[in-house]
Nanobody
Framework: QVQVAESGGGLVQPGGSPRPPCATP????????IGWLRQASGKEREGVSC????????FYAESVQGRFTISRDNDKNTVYLQMNSLKPVDTAVYYC????????????????????WGQGTQVTVSS
């Protein structure tokens, strides 16, 4: 069992730039990818961004391309999601997840690709 813990949510004003971290208990080298997905109220969970551990490739949803950046700090076993220019439509519960058993890059945004999940952190964008 892999424990994943995200944090850093809360109330953010439009245009804000939070940087929630996702911590894993050990080295990420044994995983295929680490990602962030989100679920807005009444909507399906969707992929936001992910990072391939094997080759460092990053992926972004079209809705956040150019505004969000995913990065990792190997020394801290932590992956960050830098969110810039937040909009009210970005309001959602944000989940960090790990792909540990299989990996198909073309399916990165789908829930079934991810094996371990954090509890989620609520990000509310409102003035």
């Amino acid at each position: 069992q892999v424990q994943v813990a995200e944090s850093g949510g809360g109330l953010v004003q439009p245009g804000g730039s939070p940087r929630p971290p996702c911590a894993t208990p050990g080295s990420t080298r044994g995983y295929y990818a680490i990602g962030w997905l989100r679920q807005a109220s009444g909507k399906e969970r969707e992929g936001v961004s992910c990072l391939s551990v094997t080759d460092g490739q990053t992926f972004y949803a079209e809705s956040v391309q150019g505004r969000f950046t995913i990065s990792r700090d190997n020394d801290k076993n932590t992956v960050y999601l830098q969110m810039n220019s937040l909009k009210p439509v970005d309001t959602a519960v944000y989940y960090c997840a790990v792909a540990a058993f299989n990996w198909w890059a073309t399916s990165w945004s789908k829930q079934h690709m991810w094996d371990y999940w954090g509890q989620g952190t609520q990000v509310t964008v409102s003035s």
